[in-house]
């Protein structure tokens, strides 16, 4: 018995010029604020961008950008609509607002339909928003897309540090590449912990967002979103390893 | 599955196979459909007899076998088949169904005890059991 989603996937995101999956080894440290702010920084910058909500037990994508009501188009197979000049793909399109408890293999097997009949068509940046840890979304995303860039986030908090260790090193030994960590929710009186840990475990550090206490006043509201010194430190960050230097290796 | 999407995904994957066994023609493709994909055989055979156009599947033989689906309960252990409950699911929910059918968990549950952990024992997915080929091997 051979699946033939599998095949399929490769053709689906053949016309995207770099997939950046953003991850953490604990939840809570703004993967999902990083991952849609980020898509919405390139965007603005006249990128053709796709941002993947693949946080199937908790998906906020649409969330930070406030949007609801809206399906994919379906045309031999599904396209993404389009908020803020972003193509967004999320469970929530299927699920709604109802919890959708699915154990290990069902994932896997959600993860694989939605790749397999999702449309992207010609990006240049795919952000995928992935949940906290190595569970099912992490490993098929190594398995399907080895093109993707990895992305890290953490706080400075030992919690934080200490589970994201572990997740670089299962990147590491899958041979992805790991663009670098950024530290999010920054405070001064922990000054260097990501960095340390980044030199440690010889991956980059790319920079710190500062903790932003107006940030939760503008989540569902990109226009305000992106005027937050969150979205300023982040762009700056994302000046530098997107827009300045674009060589990476594969 | 959407069925142009399913039927790309399994021309690309009879056709590597057979490019992996050097075959001139694909004379077959038995297929085994799972009820919970509610897949519209009609569609579907539209859009793989245009897909299959100009390839070495063009003519090829469609078999298809259909597998009725099964759940049964992680927590009480009942088990029972989707065609009971199909009918009194909404256009939505089965649409959303039919794209990604793990999303049962969001508008199915137990008759029994009400509980959306279950399992699907059979008939989840779409499978390529055998091709039939011609100038390689089966």
């Known amino acids: 018995m051979i699946d033939p989603r599998e095949k399929i996937i490769k053709e689906r995101f053949r016309n995207i010029k770099r997939i950046v999956s953003v991850a953490a080894g604990k939840g809570g440290v703004g ?3 990083i991952a849609t702010s980020l898509a919405l920084a ?15 037990y908790g998906p906020s994508c649409h969330v930070v950008l406030g949007v609801k009501d809206i399906f994919p188009k379906e045309e031999k197979g599904i396209i993404p609509p389009t908020v803020y000049n972003i193509s967004l793909m999320s469970i929530i399109f299927f699920a ?19 790749m397999a009949i999702t449309r992207w068509g010609s990006l240049d940046f795919l952000i995928i928003d992935l949940p906290p840890g190595i569970g099912e979304e992490t490993l098929e995303v190594i398995r399907f897309l080895r093109d993707s860039e990895f992305l890290l986030i953490t706080t400075p908090s030992k919690l ?32 260097g912990v990501s960095k340390k840990l ?43 390893i997107f827009l300045t230097n674009q060589s990476h290796q594969y | ?32 459909m799972g009820e919970l994909q509610q897949i519209d055989m009609e ?6 007899e245009n897909l299959v156009k100009g390839t070495i599947a063009e003519n090829a033989r469609i078999v298809f076998e259909t597998e009725k689906a099964v759940l049964k309960c992680n927590v009480c252990g009942y088990e ?22 793990e999303v049962f968990h969001a508008y199915i549950a137990c008759p029994v005890c009400g509980s959306r952990d279950f399992d699907v024992v059979r008939g989840r997915g779409v499978y390529i059991k055998s091709i039939k080929v011609l100038g390689g091997g089966k």
């Open chain 1, 31 to 33: 993967k999902t604020l």
């Open chain 1, 42 to 56: 390139l965007s603005r910058r006249k990128y053709k961008v796709g941002l993947f909500d693949l946080d199937f």
């Open chain 1, 96 to 114: 709604k607002e109802e919890p959708l408890p699915l154990r290990g293999k069902e994932v896997s097997d959600a993860i694989i339909e939605l």
């Open chain 1, 160 to 191: 934080s540090l200490e589970v994201v260790q572990r997740l670089i090193k299962l990147l590491k030994s899958t041979n992805v590449n790991i663009l670098g960590l950024i530290e999010n929710m920054a405070m001064n009186n922990y000054m």
């Open chain 1, 198 to 240: 980044a030199d440690k475990n010889g991956i980059q550090f790319l920079g710190s967002i500062r903790f932003d206490k107006e940030i939760e006043s503008a989540i569902g509201n990109p226009e305000k979103l992106v005027s937050t010194q969150f979205f300023t430190e982040l762009e700056k960050i994302v000046e530098r």
């Open chain 2, 1 to 32: 599955m959407h069925e142009w999407a399913l039927a790309e995904a399994v021309l690309t994957t009879v056709l590597d196979i057979a490019a992996k066994e050097n075959a001139e023609k694909i004379l077959e493709i038995d297929i085994v």
């Open chain 2, 43 to 48: 569609t579907f055979k539209f859009a793989l």
């Open chain 2, 80 to 101: 029972w088949s989707f065609g009971e409950i199909i009918e009194k699911l909404d256009e939505e929910a089965r649409e959303a169904i039919h794209f990604i059918p």
